[in-house]
């Protein structure tokens, strides 16, 4: 059973935009290119006007606590804001002041969730206790100095969730002074999953075209602007030990895939080829050549790190160069087998011209 949420998550989209403008992202402009018209790329305009008042006020109130925002890793978007919330999220609605008052919930039942969402970028959690855990940040691919703010962050945790709160109960009013772009941008969301596309709604196109495969019987669908270009997944516990798997939906991802489809330009000829002279990306596309494998399966077959991996898998994933399939809380990737090979011919018919 699919469900199709109507509005956005203003605690999930007001994150995404301070890590945008902390961390200097700037892939929000591919989808500038991809506007059709005036009305499209003003509405890209105004969204970047947010992220520069929200930046101005951020840095004016809250400055010194940037680094709670940064990317851990560059190659993995996980900030430490995002490892305490994240696990807190499910499929419930709920008004700000109540997230906060479930954030601390969560925290109580298990104050191990922060640790946890940090170590899962790089170990599997099923062996693992959780005396054990704080002892795994020593292994993980990150500066000491960044080891240690985790430390304390974990051993200050209420001074850590109330400063996160103090964040967000300051930035959401600025978030929402311009909630009536962000309701443009849902009646664009909501012609998006209007589109009747060959017998398919948007969803079911969108995850064909990208090769995804998911075994969850119940998926629910949550649109966001903080992360447009792409679908990204939270796999979240209901009742009675069910789970249910939270697609965020990027506002603009059917125009992406449709884009994309429609040929295979020089541009991404190019991108494809640079990726596959990276040595390292090129090896985990032999590695999953004939076999499906999820991330750790790879670092350890390739000696490398579960994050390094995912920046990999993400680049490859965007180039369409390999697949996703979702599997007992686990996603699988394999080679693109068929997308690759319409790669190679192309390259060929543009160098010789035939």
């Not at 469900?3 to 902390?22: A, S, T």
């Not at 012609?191 to 017998?199: C, H, K, Q, S, V």
């Not at 579960?306 to 399939?325: D, E, G, R």
């Amino acid at each position: 059973m699919i469900e199709y949420k109507k509005n956005l998550y203003p605690l999930h989209e007001c994150l995404g935009l301070i890590e945008r403008f902390v961390n200097d992202a700037d892939d929000l402009t591919k989808m500038y290119e991809y506007c059709e018209n005036d009305q499209e790329k003003d509405r890209m305009k105004r969204l970047f006007q947010v992220l520069d008042v929200m930046k101005k006020e951020f840095d004016r109130l809250f400055f010194q606590d940037r680094y709670l925002f940064e990317y851990l890793h560059k190659e993995e978007q996980i900030s430490c804001v995002r490892a305490l919330l994240y696990p807190c999220f499910d499929d419930q609605e709920r008004s700000e002041e109540q997230s906060f008052e479930h954030i601390k919930q969560c925290y109580q039942k298990d104050s191990f969730l922060f640790i946890k969402e940090i170590v899962s970028f790089d170990k599997e959690l099923d062996h693992i206790k959780d005396k054990e855990l704080l002892e795994a940040i020593n292994g993980l691919m990150l500066d000491d100095g960044i080891k240690w703010r985790l430390y304390q962050l974990h051993y200050h945790l209420d001074e850590f969730i109330n400063k996160v709160e103090e964040i967000f109960k300051a930035m959401l009013p600025i978030y929402h002074q311009f909630d009536d772009l962000y309701q443009e941008f849902l009646y664009a969301y909501q012609e998006e999953l209007a589109f009747d596309l060959n017998g398919m709604g948007s969803y079911d196109f969108v995850v064909k075209k990208l090769n995804l495969k998911f075994s969850d019987e119940n998926i629910i669908i949550v649109p966001t602007i903080s992360n447009m270009r792409s679908l990204s997944f939270v796999s979240v516990k209901k009742d009675h030990n069910q789970t249910c798997l939270i697609v965020y939906w990027g506002i603009g991802t059917l125009k992406r895939v449709m884009k994309d489809e429609e040929s295979i330009d020089l541009e991404a000829l190019c991108s494809a080829l640079k990726l596959l002279s990276d040595r390292s990306k090129f090896d985990i596309l032999r590695f999953v050549a004939k076999r499906k494998a999820y991330g750790a399966q790879i670092a350890n077959e390739l000696k490398l790190s579960t994050p390094t991996i995912s920046y990999h898998m993400q680049s490859l994933l965007n180039a369409k160069l390999v697949t996703i399939q979702k599997d007992n809380n686990r996603l699988y990737y394999q080679m693109n087998q068929e997308y690759l090979k319409k790669v190679l011919t192309q390259v060929y018919h543009q160098l010789t011209g035939e």
